[in-house]
């Protein structure tokens, strides 16, 4: 996420078989309650998040020549400038491989739970071979029956992209279920976890309008507590991979982002 004032956020993703890209949305939505196995039934009503007044089409059109040079690329770009309600919509509703990217949505709902009370940042977590992964990240090559505190363990998945770290944080949660209800709480609609990390089948999905919709909502207020939001932000703003998004963002500006890459696909958010 690039910071160009108060909390007036730029977020650009970028996936290889596919491409994202996002800016924020105002979103609201209508919670009631009937009983299902998870104990609510949510409906969410979401109105017009964006205040879409004109497309960029010349843009547009140079994004679709760009991709067409690579015929093996799928494009999914969502952008809106809030100031004047200009945008460009390219697929964005479409379902993407997530990758790492997953994490970012996992991360808002680890923050619910502590913002609830029911998990702590100083709960410690512990290394086992039910969350044990490959891919990114160290906390692999820790020994069985390592203790990690829920804040380092969260710090990692999103700093270093740990994967490891990743499956502490599901399981701490309450598993992939409460996260995908969660999601589908929050009118994700693309959004999903199929399976721990690593995803190295890229069955985990999102979208570049879910991901937006997320952002537009945290950054509203939404969803997490202020501190919450600072804490996600500091860690955002700490990614180690700089060779996306910080290679082509003015220097001046400030950036929060998550990257994620299997295979094929490679992204920054």
């Given at each position: 996420m690039l910071k160009k004032s108060k909390f007036n956020l730029f977020v650009v993703s970028?996936?290889?078989?596919?491409?994202?890209?996002?800016?924020?949305?105002?979103?609201?939505?209508?919670?009631?309650?009937?009983?299902?196995?998870?104990?609510?039934?949510?409906?969410?009503?979401?109105?017009?998040?964006?205040?879409?007044?004109?497309?960029?089409?010349?843009?547009?059109?140079?994004?679709?020549?760009?991709?067409?040079?690579?015929?093996?690329?799928?494009?999914?770009?969502?952008?809106?400038?809030?100031n004047d309600g200009s945008y460009i919509n390219l697929n964005a509703k479409d379902s993407f491989c997530a990758a790492s990217l997953i994490k970012l949505p996992i991360l808002v709902s680890l923050m619910q739970c502590i913002d609830k009370g029911s998990l702590k940042l100083n709960t410690p977590l512990e290394i086992n071979s039910s969350v044990l992964t490959g891919g990114s990240g160290y906390l692999q090559w820790q020994p069985l029956g390592t203790k990690v505190s829920l804040e380092d363990t969260a710090r990692l998945m999103i700093t270093h992209s740990d994967n490891t770290a990743t499956n502490m944080i599901i399981k701490a949660i309450g598993g992939k279920e409460k996260i995908n209800f969660d999601f589908k709480v929050w009118g994700l609609q693309r959004t999903h976890i199929a399976n721990m990390l690593g995803d190295f089948e890229g069955t985990n999905k999102t979208s570049p309008y879910d991901l937006a919709y997320l952002l537009g909502r945290i950054d509203k207020g939404e969803l997490v507590s202020p501190r919450s939001k600072k804490l996600m932000l500091t860690w955002l703003k700490q990614t180690r991979v700089r060779t996306l998004l910080p290679n082509v963002i003015d220097p001046s500006h400030k950036i929060y982002h998550k990257t994620g890459d299997i295979k094929a696909m490679v992204g920054d958010l």
């Open positions: 970028f996936l290889a078989a596919s491409c994202l890209i996002l800016y924020q949305s105002k979103f609201a939505a209508l919670e009631f309650s009937n009983s299902n196995k998870m104990g609510k039934v949510y409906a969410v009503t979401i109105h017009n998040p964006f205040n879409e007044s004109y497309e960029l089409t010349n843009l547009k059109n140079e994004l679709n020549n760009l991709a067409s040079t690579k015929p093996k690329l799928k494009v999914g770009l969502f952008y809106i400038n809030p």
